[in-house]
């Protein structure tokens, strides 16, 4: 069965310095994975999908097999940053359904 | 926001009553999810639809049934609401097309049963 893990339940980090927060998964197939953003009271946002390799308000995440980790990353954290993370896997399944990770809320401090 | 609404967007009911959630959308998305989300577990599926009157059973679907008549209407039904349900409700779609499956969400709806 597919799982994710998001180890911290919440990060501080100071406006300006480098954010990582961390997502590892289990998974038998090739995994497909996202990480939504939720800003307070929102909807979720889609925020990177590893299979674009874009960059997205400064933030890049690279798949890393050997590791089954999908760390998100921004050098210099803002503080229009602080927000819930939650990284996704894509079961690949027929259903195309997703499992989260218990996310991680990240507080910028100014 | 790819077309989603919920409604109601705020629910406040009491322990017994049967509640619906809707969640809409105007784009001709095939696929549909209803999830929860509460602190500490992050979100769960609950059920989730691949066409009209088909559906099927996520995580934590006990307590809950859904209904799709029509391709833009999902419902969510708590036949007798529990405390243990209060709650957000996220609606979710498939974007479709090749190498797309990434979802998109509603706005949600916050239910609390007392």
């Known amino acids: 069965a597919q799982r994710v893990t998001q180890p911290e339940k919440l990060l501080s980090v100071f406006k300006g310095a480098p954010v990582e927060l961390k997502c590892n998964y289990s998974y038998s197939g090739s995994p497909e994975l996202f990480w939504y953003v939720q800003y307070s009271r929102q909807r979720l946002q889609l925020l990177l999908r590893h299979i674009s390799r874009e960059s997205i308000k400064g933030f890049t995440a690279d798949l890393n097999k050997g590791e089954t980790s999908f760390h998100l990353k921004k050098p210099f954290a803002q503080e229009e940053d602080s927000a819930m993370y939650y990284c996704?896997?894509?079961?690949?399944?027929?259903?195309?359904?997703?499992?989260f990770g218990k996310g991680t809320k990240l507080s910028v401090i100014p | 926001d790819a077309g989603i609404t919920q409604s109601p967007r705020h629910k406040v009911t009491e322990t017994g009553t049967p509640v619906t959630l809707r969640c809409h959308q105007t784009?001709?998305?095939?696929?549909m999810y209803w999830y929860r989300q509460d602190p500490g577990h992050g979100l769960r599926l609950i059920h989730y639809?691949?066409?009209?009157?088909?559906?099927d059973k996520g995580e934590v679907s006990d307590g809950y049934s859904v209904s799709r008549s029509k391709t833009e209407d999902f419902l969510l039904t708590l036949e007798s609401a529990t405390s243990s349900q209060t709650s957000v409700y996220f609606c979710a779609i498939r974007e479709q097309g090749d190498g797309h499956n990434e979802q998109f969400f509603g706005p949600g709806t916050r239910l609390t049963v007392l």
């Open positions: 639809s691949y066409g009209v009157k088909d559906t």
């Open positions: 996704a896997l894509n079961s690949g399944a027929g259903s195309y359904q997703l499992t």
């Open positions: 784009e001709n998305h095939r696929y």
